[in-house]
Structures are given as structure tokens and as C-alpha cells.
């Protein structure tokens, strides 16, 4: 009677004969009946991983309005109406709308994009019921079905073998490892981990060669890929760093309008020259005055800037406010196989008999490639031990590699080892084309047994068998070695040098293969296992998964930038260790012990020796899901900002952990693109560095931009506060407090929030997870420019005040207004003078000076204008001479960059 599998019995089938298996599940090799099939769908459902639940456009949309500075200004458009000020209600509710269409288009965007790169899944399975072979869609398997596979085919269900011939199963996107499992039907023992679970099949994994007969014993939920994803489904995404950022810094600015406000209205009460009335009103003024209305669309602009320019380095955001996250990141965790690797195997070293060894350039399955020896190019077909290994590797071989011209991408259909070996062979000139002078008459698969494959070719009316396999079965098989001066008897001495070189390549994580072949009598026409012996040994190749271009430098600059690189594979530890020293996350010399650990490794450690390890460990290898995923937790336990990179449904739980998660978008599984906020869509993983340097700008912008629109408003509320405790009319009208607040700043926030990094950013250690948009290293410069502000204001009020109300008040806006573009130009860097990164290298920072200048001497200048602003006629004289008093605040901004970051250091 069949059960529904737990946890506990999943250890059953691998550890169980199959005559225990199909006994378990009631079923012969003939398949279920129909109803024993209706009791299993009761029990078990569909065979299909739920989806999960896309979020509507009317969430996403919802969702613009949740931060807190949102809030905030819708609760200042309802006072700004209880006080009667509805123009100002209609401005800062325009604001919000605006913010909101922003963060929701690009979000969609991203969605979009991301759905564009989604593949299709398994559709079709073959199965056997009542006796009689058929084809149904896969999501109508249940537990006992009887399926069978055959090369190239996607896996439906976790299933236990029944039987298989030659069976190769590749496996990269749910254990990490990059070459096809040979696999049977031989009982395991329970303490088998699901990587070398040789007997089982498992859903969303693909048959690279072979055949198998197997019976199902896991569907939806209960596969292995099912675990994973009921996984992601426990784990909430918590509130992206840049969320949390900015609702601290609404809660800033509330505090300061408050705050403000509450000043304003004591001192004004105190110094008793207002009506209650009029000081109430001028004080919920000031309120909403202060809250600078244009940062949340500032903000959100930033963001839609930094999406974009992500996107144009291949790089999709899914949600907008991870965007400055990336900047703060302090460590990745990163799959080997698809993210440092190309997962396209190469032959990257050739040994024959008699000579030294060659190496052989090129990468991928790009048929292009030089041979050398001692660093000197040479030609492969002038020596005839390497033509002849050159022959074996291309006629005893099923792979082929096309050329994609739409994508300009060399593909591979097939075994990957073949491949590698038929790229060795084309960059040679050597292709095997079947004619009557070159037949290949018979094939053996690659025979886990055996540890080989074999071909039976004519050449010219001559038969060869051409062996390829593990090298010591190919050795041990062999009486003769071929060298470019002939065949000669394989004696000890000539073993143990091939055995030396084997084991060379070996500890340097290559996958070694051997070649073989033998002359046959003509009259074999098919191949028996007692022909592969007394071989001629050809030789060995090296080939490896190599790195991806650009991988080695974008891990350097990710160590610059303070940020921590932890490979954490399926892979064997060999193969993580060496690959992690060709990209640089080891160091060549190193040869510690404790540079890498296995998940064996890691299980016998207590809570305080884990966190110690990982805190030290760099590489981690033989990784199930659930360990990637425990090693993101205790990180970001420890106060580490933690990106996880990765192409596998292996990755998934740690990727939706992770406070981002980066997934392949060509290679990645549709599991691993949902659970994470960003898709790299050349899944480079040099593109990550690019989105890290973009993620530390939006950062640095966000921050100029606030702190751009903060000082104007704190030396406005500074002024307002001075003169009514001096007793003195306002220096401001509302209208021109907001035509101040949203024209000029609304005007040039947006070029602000366009600034391009100074490429220096990558230099610097990441930003602190809790560090403030706003905090106290730049108080000092505000409270300087807000101070220079409000006394240049105070200074032209009593200047002016004589003449008349309106004209200081004039004289104020202009100062003021002046003041905030010449801020402007200190705002572009924090650090670095204008001079230094020069006034024409942001042309829409000038463009919206021009425009800003223009529409101001309009309003000032134009009768029409300065009747609806209150504002009285300034001469020429005059207003130059303003313009000049507002420069104060540029010159002044490179003094203190001079001395802080100059002669300071």
C-alpha cells in the first residue's frame, strides 16, 4: 500500500533493492493500473511544483505608497488643506502620485524582462502502464509510475533505477556538479548524500546519455527540487537595506519638521508679537515647508537610474529599492559551476609518449585553439602520436557542436566530455565525415562498468577499435605505447611515468581521460567487451570547467572594495579549490588544510566552531541546499550584508535568504530567477562587480540628493525661526517657501540623482548596513552651508528691509535660490573638488542651472510674475551682487574639501 512519503522514508529507496521498491508501491515492471494510478493522485496530487503567487500590478502598485516618507507627506497635504493652503495639498499629492509611477513602471519593467528569460520545463514523460507504452504529460505521474529515459530527455519526477544502460545524467543545477553521473540501479547505503545517490533520479535534471528504465518515487512537493522550493516558500524576504534606510531618514526629516515647527511656534508665542492665529498658521507653514517634497521622487529616481544602468551592464532588477543594497554588500557567496565556470568543459593539456606535454589554448566549445610546447606554437598533425590521438578523440564520439547564428554561440548537443574532446580534435583541422573511405560501424556508449567507450571505425578498409575512458582502466587495458617513432611495449618504467602525469593533472582539479586504440581483423563487425584489451595507449588529456573571462579581475575588485568572495559548490572540494585559486579567491601558494571543507566537514562542528569556519573558510564544497542556506544565515547572524550568486536550484533557498540574490538568467533555472531581486542576464559574474559599483553610486547619490534638498530647508526654517524671534516679519511667503521647495530643487535634484561614479567608489570598504542617508559625517558641511545660507539671508534681509518688506524678501529668494545652485556643484562629490572632476562632465547638471536662472529672472524680472510671487523690481547691480554673495557657498565647499581631504591626509 502506498504511503506519502516523508522525510524519514525519502532514505528508503536509494537504500532499498528494487524488488523492495516497486513491492513498496504494489507494482510490476508492467506499470499501474488505472486505479491504483486514482489512489496515488488522491494521496500525492499533481506532479508539479506550485508557482508561486505572482504579486498583481495592484500590489506592486500599493506597494510605492508603504514608505514612510510617503506618509509623511500625505499627512502634510492634509494639513496643508486643513490650513487652507489647497495649492500646496495639489502639490505635494502630485509629488506622491509621480513617486509611486516611478517605482511601479520600473518594477513592472523588471518583471517583464525577467519573464522573457524564462524556459520551458518538462512537458511530456514516457511511461509504462498496464503493460503498454505511452506518452503523457509529466504533471499526471505519480509515485509508482514506471517511466523510461533516453539521451537528451528532461527527468519528470525523483525516480529510483530500475534498470539503465550506459546511463550518464547531468546534475549541475541541483548538485553543482559540472560533469554527467554515470549511474545503475545498485543498492546505497542510508548515510548516502543526494550528490552521490547513483540509483536515483531527480526531477528538472536531464539525461545526457543512455538509457533507463526507473520507477517514480517522488512528485511535486515530495522531489527533491519540491524540498527546495516548499523551502523557499517558509523563507520571508525581509526589508531591503535601502527600505530601511529610508524610513529612517523619514522619521529624520518628521523629527526636524516637527521639531521645527514646535520652535518656531514657542519662540514666536514667547516674543508675543503675533496673533495666535498667525503664528499657528505660519507654523504649520514651516511643517510642511520643511519636509523637502521632492526626495521621495528624488529617491526613487535615483533608484530608476541605477535600474537602468544595471540593466545596460546586464544586470535586471526585479525590485527597485535592492539597487543600493548591492552597494553595501560586504560578502558573495558563490556557486561554482554556471557562475565563476563556463560549465562547458576543455581540453587544456595533451600528453603522448616520448614527449613533453602540450598546451592547448581556447575555451568553451569554440573550435579555435593553439597547440604549443614551452610556451611555443606548433603544428599538432606534424607529429604523428598526437594525429593519432586527435583521431580517436573525434571518430570515437557521438557529441556535436553547432553554431547558433542568431546568438553567435557555439552549442553542444551531447556528452560534455565528447565535446571537449571534439573541440580538441576540430582546433586541429581533424572532424570525423563519414565517406567510404571512413565508416564508423559500431558504438558502445560509455560503460560505467567499464569506466570507457568504444568506437569500431574503418579507415581505408583498415578497422580500428578507438577506446576513450578513465585512464588507469585504459592503462591497465594497454600492451603497447604509440609514440611519433612507433608502437613499443608498455613496460613498468613507461606505466609509472604515464601514472605521474595522471596524478599531476589530477591534483590540479583536471578531468583526465584516456586514449586508446587497436587494430582489428577485418573480420569484426561488432564490439564485444573481450576486444578492449591489449590496447595501444594514445595518450591523456586535461580538460577542466574554466573559468568565466573577466572572473579573476572582478573578484580582485571585489576584495578592493572590501567585499568578501565565498565559493560554496556541489562540486568535489579538488576541483572547488583549484578553480577558486585560478579566479583568485585562493591564493596559488596557499596550501592550507583549512582553505576549503567539505559539508562532511562542517556537520561535525558545534554552533560556535561553524560560525568560527565560515568566518575564515573561503571555500566549501560537496554543499547540499540546506547547508548553503544555513552558512547565509549565520553570516548575516554576524552583522555580514550577504549576496548570494547562482544558477541552480540548489541555490534558490540561500538566494531568497540572502539580503540579494543574483541568479543566472541564461543558464539559471526558473527556481533560482524567482527567488532572487536581481538576473544577470550574461550570466557573467563579472557583471556583479559592475551592479556593486552602480549599487554604491545609487548609495552616494541618494545621499548627495538628500542632502542637497535637506540644507536649503534647514537654512529656511533657520531664517523663519531668527527673524520671529527678533520679532520681524516673515523673510518668505508660502508661495515662494514652495515655489523654492519644488521648482528650484525639483529642478536639479533629478540632473544630481544622474551623476556618474568618480571611479574611486570600488576603492572604498562598503558602506555600513546601518550607516544613515543622513548622519554625522556630513553634518558638519550641512550646518555649514545651511549656516552660510542663513546668513547671507539674514544679511540681505536687513539690507533690503529699509527699502521695503517685499524688496528683502526678494533679495532673499534670490540668495537663497543662488546659494542652492552653486551647492549644486559641491553636491556632485563630497569629496572631490569641482575642478577635479570638472564643470562639463554632467551636462544636465548645467542645463538645469541655465533653465533654473532663466525661469528665475523671469519671475523676478517679468511685472506679471512678480505680482503673483510678491516680489518687487532688482536692478541689475543688485542682482549680480547677489548672485556673487551666493557664490560664497561654492568656494567655501572647496575650502573645506581642501583642507579635510587634501592637507588633512
Not at 122 to 149: H, N, Y
Not at 537 to 547: E, H
Not at 835 to 850: C, L
Request: charged residues 20%.
Amino acid at each position: 500500500m502506498a504511503n506519502k512519503i516523508t522525510d524519514k522514508q525519502k532514505i528508503w529507496f536509494y537504500a532499498m533493492p528494487v524488488v523492495s521498491v516497486l513491492q513498496y508501491y504494489g507494482v510490476s515492471e508492467n506499470g499501474l493500473d488505472s486505479d491504483k494510478i486514482k489512489k496515488q493522485r488522491e494521496i500525492h496530487g499533481w506532479n508539479e511544483i506550485p508557482e508561486a503567487e505572482k504579486i498583481s500590478w495592484l500590489k506592486t502598485l500599493f506597494k510605492q505608497f508603504k514608505s514612510l516618507l510617503v506618509v509623511i507627506l500625505i499627512v502634510a497635504a492634509v494639513i496643508s488643506y486643513v490650513a487652507g493652503h489647497v495649492i500646496d495639498m495639489y502639490v505635494i499629492l502630485a509629488v506622491v502620485v509621480i513617486n509611486a509611477a516611478l517605482g511601479f513602471v520600473q518594477e513592472m519593467k523588471a518583471e517583464q524582462a525577467v519573464s522573457a528569460l524564462k524556459k520551458m520545463i518538462v512537458q511530456k514523460a514516457r511511461v509504462v502502464r498496464e503493460g503498454k507504452e505511452s506518452v503523457i504529460p509529466s504533471r499526471e505521474l505519480v509515485p509508482g509510475d514506471i517511466i523510461i529515459l533516453e539521451e537528451g530527455e528532461s527527468i519528470p519526477a525523483d525516480a529510483r533505477i530500475i534498470e539503465s544502460k550506459n546511463l550518464q545524467v547531468t546534475e549541475a543545477s541541483l548538485t553543482g556538479e559540472s560533469v554527467p553521473e554515470s549511474k545503475n540501479n545498485e543498492t546505497l547505503p542510508e548515510s548516502t548524500p543526494l550528490a552521490d545517490q547513483k540509483n536515483m533520479l531527480f526531477k528538472s535534471t536531464f539525461v545526457s546519455g543512455g538509457y533507463a528504465k526507473a520507477v517514480v518515487c517522488g512528485t511535486g512537493l515530495d522531489t527533491a527540487l519540491g524540498e527546495i522550493a516548499e523551502t523557499l516558500s517558509k523563507i520571508k524576504r525581509a526589508q531591503t537595506n535601502f527600505q530601511k534606510k529610508t524610513n529612517r531618514l523619514g522619521r529624520q526629516m518628521a523629527l526636524l519638521a516637527v521639531l521645527s515647527a514646535v520652535v518656531l511656534f514657542t519662540v514666536g508665542y514667547i516674543s508675543g508679537n503675533y496673533e495666535l492665529n498667525e503664528l499657528l498658521l505660519v507654523s504649520i507653514a514651516a511643517l510642511v515647508s520643511v519636509i523637502p517634497e521632492g526626495l521621495p521622487v528624488v529617491l526613487s529616481v535615483v533608484l530608476a537610474i541605477g535600474s537602468y544602468r544595471m540593466s545596460k551592464r546586464n544586470a535586471i532588477i526585479r525590485d527597485i529599492t535592492s539597487v543600493e543594497t548591492l552597494g553595501a554588500v560586504t560578502t558573495i557567496i558563490t556557486d561554482k559551476t554556471g557562475t565563476l565556470t563556463q560549465n562547458k568543459l576543455t581540453v587544456k593539456k595533451v600528453f603522448h609518449y616520448g614527449d613533453e606535454p602540450i598546451d592547448v589554448s581556447g575555451e568553451g566549445w569554440l573550435p579555435a585553439g593553439n597547440f604549443s610546447r614551452h610556451k611555443k606554437i606548433m603544428e599538432p598533425n606534424a607529429e604523428p602520436a598526437l594525429t593519432q590521438l586527435l583521431k580517436i578523440a573525434a571518430f570515437s564520439n557521438n557529441a556535436s557542436i553547432k553554431h547558433n547564428k542568431i546568438t553567435d554561440v557555439y552549442e553542444l548537443a551531447g556528452d560534455p566530455t565528447e565535446g571537449a574532446l571534439l573541440v580538441l580534435a576540430a582546433k586541429a583541422g581533424v572532424k570525423f565525415s563519414s565517406s567510404e573511405k571512413l565508416r564508423k560501424l559500431d558504438d558502445l556508449p560509455f560503460n560505467s562498468k567499464l569506466k570507457m567507450r568504444a568506437s569500431l571505425i574503418e579507415i581505408s578498409g583498415e578497422k580500428f577499435l578507438f577506446v576513450i575512458g578513465a585512464p588507469e582502466n585504459i592503462l591497465e587495458n594497454s600492451t603497447f605505447v604509440s609514440s611519433n617513432t612507433g608502437e613499443i611495449t608498455l613496460g613498468n618504467s613507461t606505466r609509472n611515468e604515464i601514472r605521474d602525469m595522471m596524478n599531476s593533472w589530477s591534483n590540479e582539479a583536471m578531468r583526465v581521460i584516456g586514449l586508446a586504440y587497436k587494430k582489428l581483423p577485418d573480420a569484426v563487425e561488432k564490439i564485444e567487451e573481450d576486444l578492449i584489451k591489449e590496447l595501444v595507449f594514445s595518450g591523456l588529456t586535461g580538460m577542466i570547467d574554466p573559468p568565466r573571462p573577466n572572473t579573476k579581475e572582478a573578484v580582485l575588485q571585489c576584495k578592493n572594495a572590501g567585499i568578501r568572495i565565498i565559493m560554496a559548490t556541489g562540486d568535489h572540494i579538488n576541483t572547488a579549490v583549484a578553480i577558486a585559486k585560478k579566479v583568485g579567491i585562493l591564493e596559488e601558494s596557499n596550501d592550507d588544510d583549512l582553505s576549503a571543507l567539505n559539508e562532511q566537514q562542517l556537520l561535525h562542528l558545534d554552533e560556535r566552531e561553524f560560525d568560527a569556519v565560515i568566518s575564515s573558510v573561503s571555500v566549501f564544497a560537496r554543499l547540499t541546499p540546506k547547508t548553503k542556506l544555513r552558512i547565509a544565515e549565520r553570516l548575516q547572524a554576524m552583522g555580514e550584508l550577504v549576496a548570494m550568486t547562482g544558477d541552480g536550484v540548489n541555490d534558490a533557498p540561500a538566494l531568497k535568504k540572502a539580503d540579494i540574490g543574483v541568479a543566472m538568467g541564461i543558464m539559471g533555472t526558473d527556481v533560482a530567477r524567482e527567488a532572487s531581486q536581481v538576473v544577470l542576464a550574461d550570466d557573467n559574474f563579472a557583471t556583479i562587480v559592475n551592479a556593486i559599483e552602480e549599487g554604491r553610486i545609487v548609495f552616494s547619490n541618494a545621499r548627495k540628493t538628500s542632502f542637497f534638498l535637506v540644507t536649503t530647508n534647514f537654512a529656511e526654517i533657520t531664517t523663519l525661526i531668527s527673524l520671529v524671534a527678533m520679532g520681524l516679519p516673515m523673510a518668505l511667503t508660502a508661495t515662494q517657501i514652495l515655489w523654492l521647495n519644488l521648482i528650484t530643487d525639483g529642478l536639479c535634484d533629478k540632473p544630481l540623482a544622474a551623476e556618474r561614479g568618480h571611479k574611486d567608489l570600488l576603492k572604498e570598504k562598503p558602506v555600513r548596513q546601518n550607516e544613515k542617508i543622513l548622519n554625522k559625517s556630513i553634518l558638519p558641511f550641512l550646518f555649514m552651508m545651511a549656516g552660510i545660507m542663513t546668513v547671507l539671508s539674514l544679511l540681505v534681509y536687513f539690507w533690503f528691509i529699509d527699502v521695503s518688506l517685499e524688496k528683502a524678501r526678494t533679495a532673499v529668494f534670490i540668495v537663497m535660490a543662488f546659494s542652492q545652485l552653486f551647492n549644486l556643484y559641491n553636491m556632485r562629490s563630497l569629496k572631490k573638488s569641482i575642478f577635479e572632476i570638472g564643470f562639463f562632465s554632467n551636462k544636465y547638471i548645467n542645463i538645469a542651472i541655465v533653465i533654473s536662472v532663466i525661469v528665475q529672472i523671469i519671475i523676478i524680472e517679468v511685472p506679471f510674475f512678480q505680482h503673483i510671487f510678491s516680489f518687487e523690481f532688482i536692478s541689475v547691480p543688485e542682482f549680480l551682487t547677489l548672485i556673487v554673495l551666493s557664490s560664497t557657498v561654492l568656494w567655501t565647499g572647496e575650502l573645506f574639501k581642501f583642507i579635510k581631504y587634501r592637507v588633512a591626509n
